[in-house]
T-cell receptor, first 113, second 114 residues
Framework: AQSVTQPDIHITVSEGASLELRCNYSYGATPYLFWYVQSPGQGLQLLLKYFSGDTLVQGIKGFEAEFKRSQSSFNLRKPSVHWSDAAEYFC???????????FGQGTILTVHP | DGGITQSPKYLFRKEGQNVTLSCEQNLNHDAMYWYRQDPGQGLRLIYYSQIVNDFQKGDIAEGYSVSREKKESFPLTVTSAQKNPTAFYLCGTKTQGADNSPLHFGNGTRLTVT
């Protein structure tokens, strides 16, 4: 069975500081990995995705993520956080089995001015 | 503009009543999904459909039903058998079920049952 763990429920950073959100997954084959962002009361927006190839993937809004197979991790990073990045972030894992995505519990990001 | 429309945005019902949430898409995607979101639990899959007139149960299908009579539409009915229906419901679509394309989401419907 596939699963995703986001160890941090809530993270607070200062504006301009760097950010790393952790994601660990369990999947029997080569996973497809995604990061989504959700503003309050809204749907989810795709930040970036990993399928194969270069393990460092670039996304929208200046985010990047690195796939580390040996650690079963797909952590999301941003060098300098902006106040508008405050939101909830979800990591998801899937494969070719009917496109089912399994989501982590989410990490709420608060940005202090 | 192509997109996924969920309506209504807010829905209130009395306990014991069935309620249907709408999801319409004009992205020409084959696969459609319903997820339920509760605080601290992420998203959990209720039902999904890869093609018209076919759908499968997800992880938490009890108390829910769906239909897929048209490619564009995948309504979700929350029945009175669902023990804890108050939640945020998200509809998603992707080009095909068994490929690596990402899920796209609507803006959700918040259902409150009292």
């Amino acid at each position: 069975a596939q699963s995703v763990t986001q160890p941090d429920i809530h993270i607070t950073v200062s504006e301009g500081a760097s950010l790393e959100l952790r994601c660990n997954y369990s999947y029997g084959a080569t996973p497809y990995l995604f990061w989504y962002v959700q503003s309050p009361g809204q749907g989810l927006q795709l930040l970036l995705k990993y399928f194969s190839g270069d393990t460092l993937v670039q996304g929208i809004k200046g985010f990047e993520a690195e796939f580390k197979r040996s650690q079963s991790s797909f952590n999301l990073r941003k060098p300098s956080v902006h106040w508008s990045d405050a939101a909830e972030y979800f990591c998801a894992v899937g494969g070719t089995s009917y496109g089912k995505l399994t989501f982590g519990q989410g990490t709420i990001l608060t940005v202090h001015p | 503009d192509g997109g996924i429309t969920q309506s209504p945005k807010y829905l209130f019902r009395k306990e014991g009543q069935n309620v249907t949430l709408s999801c319409e898409q004009n992205l020409n995607h084959d696969a459609m999904y319903w997820y339920r979101q509760d605080p601290g639990q992420g998203l959990r899959l209720i039902y999904y459909s890869q093609i018209v007139n076919d759908f499968q149960k997800g992880d938490i299908a009890e108390g829910y039903s769906v239909s897929r009579e048209k490619k564009e539409s995948f309504p979700l009915t929350v029945t009175s058998a669902q023990k804890n229906p108050t939640a945020f419901y998200l509809c998603g679509t992707k080009t095909q079920g068994a490929d690596n394309s990402p899920l796209h989401f609507g803006n959700g419907t918040r259902l409150t049952v009292t």
